[in-house]
């Protein structure tokens, strides 16, 4: 039906850069909401930010100020650029969609499997 795949992450040292992208495809009729959730080990999954279908963009307190979210609705994707990384910002980033599929009009929440990204020296 509907697929989710991040892409972009990796290793990158302190103060560094990464853009995440996730890509939707499948039997889409429309996606609302796109959204980037963050788990470290040990740790809960923690909210990143998120943008409506509307275009609409919210950035959690603790990126707010080094990422940004933004959307590309002809490509159905959604990206994170990451600036100024932490050690702290280490975790596995999850995409979130909220889609509306060709197979009937009621939306669905879906899930990426996940990029890794690891802010070391």
């Known amino acids: 039906q509907v697929q989710l795949v991040e892409s972009g992450g990796g290793l990158v040292q302190p103060g560094g850069s990464l853009r995440l992208s996730c890509a939707a495809s499948?039997?889409?009729?429309?996606?609302?909401?796109m959204a980037w959730y963050r788990q470290a080990p040990g740790k809960e999954r923690e909210y990143v930010a998120a943008?409506?279908?509307?275009?609409?963009?919210n950035v959690a307190i603790s990126v707010k100020g080094r990422f940004t979210i933004s959307r590309d609705n002809a490509k159905n994707t959604v990206y994170l650029q990451m600036n100024s990384l932490k050690p702290e910002d280490t975790a596995v980033y999850y995409c979130?969609?909220?889609?509306?599929?060709?197979?009937?009009?009621?939306?669905?929440?879906?899930w990426g499997q996940g990029t890794q990204v690891t802010v070391s020296s």
């Open positions: 943008t409506t279908g509307g275009g609409n963009t």
């Open positions: 979130n969609a909220g889609v509306r599929t060709s197979l009937g009009g009621l939306e669905r929440d879906y």
């Open positions: 499948g039997s889409i009729f429309s996606i609302n909401a």
